[in-house]
């Protein structure tokens, strides 16, 4: 089974930063996709950003210029660098993984998320 380890959340003052970071636990063969998914309260659950296999990289309008998604080949570790973030930036924040497993079939994997307050 594949989990996803988050962390790095937190509360910060308008204008500061935060780095998430998510690593992949269990057995994977292969990575399709890594990204970062906001959700806050009342609203659905929207992509900020993410990195596919042959690593370019897609961003939500909000975010561009501000944020910096990033992979290690080491261990797959996930990052999401969130600078002069916005009081509108916080959410829960999850981590999503597509990959597949040796035997070929396609999985899916969240994370338990990770609150981002901003706040002065």
């Known amino acids: 089974q594949v989990q996803l380890v988050e962390s790095g959340g937190g509360l910060v003052q308008p204008g500061g930063s935060l780095r998430l970071s998510c690593t992949p636990t269990g057995s994977i063969f292969s990575i399709n996709a890594m990204g970062w998914y906001r959700q806050a309260p009342g609203k659905q659950r929207d992509l900020v950003a993410a990195?596919?296999?042959?690593?370019?990289?897609n961003y939500a309008d909000s975010v561009k210029g501000r944020f910096t998604i990033s992979r290690t080949n080491f261990n797959n570790t996930l990052y999401l660098q969130m600078n002069s973030l916005k009081p509108e930036d916080t959410a829960l924040y999850y981590c999503?993984?597509?990959?597949?497993?040796?035997?070929?079939?396609?999985?899916?994997?969240w994370g338990q998320g990770t609150q981002v307050t901003v706040s002065s």
């Open positions: 990195i596919i296999s042959g690593g370019s990289t």
């Open positions: 999503n993984l597509e990959f597949r497993r040796r035997s070929g079939t396609r999985g899916v994997s």
